[in-house]
């Protein structure tokens, strides 16, 4: 109070010499003592309430914070799009390999598929012109061999087909497996990002709490 009370009577001299002051003619200026002046500023200056001062570095404080505040958040949001960029590659390349071996796999099994399928077929004509040839007093070979030579044909197109079926299952499931590696690390950067979010927004909200605060210190009055 004692401050105040000298800040005012300071002004109040100030007032009077510029009152006081003789005016110059024709120029609307007035001529003042700058001496007195001076020693007036430098009195209200050395008066100045501490809670002036201490706004001041307040004020300092929450720019360092405000800062520092900005840069926590940027740094985080960089951290996790980094992360986020990281899983989708990774899972890129899990599906991408789990999708080759299962192509590789269905082609093995075709390819055995088809060499064993080859071999009943060709079994099959050996046995039929060894029937043929050896008994051709039996009418009947003839019969019994392409009976037997079809047979084998749709055996092996049997076994075609269930390797096609079986090659099938195996690529339905990898890409299942895969979209669900896909579906889970979505799920996870979304979270991840739900999450920075949430850490952006408290400490903006941490900064307007300080700011709110900075002003109540600054301007007193507006708490009456």
């Given at each position: 109070m004692n401050?105040?009370?000298n800040?005012?009577?300071l002004?109040?001299?100030l007032?009077?010499?510029i009152?006081?002051?003789?005016?110059v003619?024709l120029?609307?200026?007035?001529?003042?003592?700058?001496d007195?002046?001076?020693?007036?500023?430098?009195d209200i200056r050395?008066?100045l309430p501490?809670?002036i001062?201490?706004?001041?570095?307040?004020?300092a404080?929450r720019?360092?914070?405000?800062t520092?505040?900005?840069?926590d958040?940027s740094?985080?949001?960089?951290r996790?799009?980094?992360?986020?960029?990281?899983m989708?590659?990774e899972?890129?390349?899990?599906?991408t390999?789990?999708?080759?071996?299962?192509k590789?796999?269905?082609?093995?099994l075709?390819?055995?598929?088809?060499?064993k399928?080859?071999?009943?077929?060709d079994?099959a004509?050996?046995?039929?012109?060894f029937?043929?040839?050896?008994?051709?007093?039996?009418?009947?070979?003839e019969?019994?061999?392409?009976n037997?030579?079809q047979?084998?044909?749709?055996?092996?197109?049997?076994l075609?087909?269930?390797?096609?079926?079986k090659?099938?299952?195996?690529?339905t499931?990898a890409?299942a497996?895969?979209?669900?590696?896909k579906?889970?690390?979505?799920?996870?950067?979304?979270?991840l990002?739900?999450?920075?979010?949430?850490?952006l927004?408290k400490?903006?909200?941490?900064?307007?709490?300080?700011?709110?605060?900075?002003?109540s210190?600054?301007?007193?009055?507006?708490?009456?």
């Open positions: 401050e105040e009370m800040i005012y009577k002004l109040d001299r007032d009077e010499e009152t006081s002051g003789k005016k003619a120029t609307g200026k007035i001529l003042v003592d700058g007195i002046i001076s020693d007036c500023v430098t050395m008066n501490d809670i001062k201490k706004a001041s570095q307040i004020a404080e720019n360092k914070i405000i520092q505040a900005k840069e958040a740094s985080g949001l960089s996790a799009k980094e992360k986020c960029d990281q989708l590659n899972a890129n390349e899990i599906a390999k789990a999708t080759q071996d299962a590789e796999d269905a082609t093995e075709i390819a055995k598929a088809s060499e399928a080859r071999a009943l077929v079994e004509q050996e046995k039929a012109h029937l043929v040839s050896e008994s051709e007093v039996v009418k009947n070979s019969e019994y061999a392409e037997l030579k047979k084998a044909e749709a055996d092996s197109a049997a075609i087909e269930a390797a096609k079926r090659s099938e299952e195996i690529m499931n890409s497996w895969a979209e669900d590696i579906s889970k690390t979505t799920a996870y950067i979304e979270h990002m739900k999450t920075t979010d949430e850490v927004v400490n903006i909200n941490d900064i307007r709490k300080l700011r709110n605060s900075f002003q210190i600054s301007h007193p009055e507006n708490n009456d």
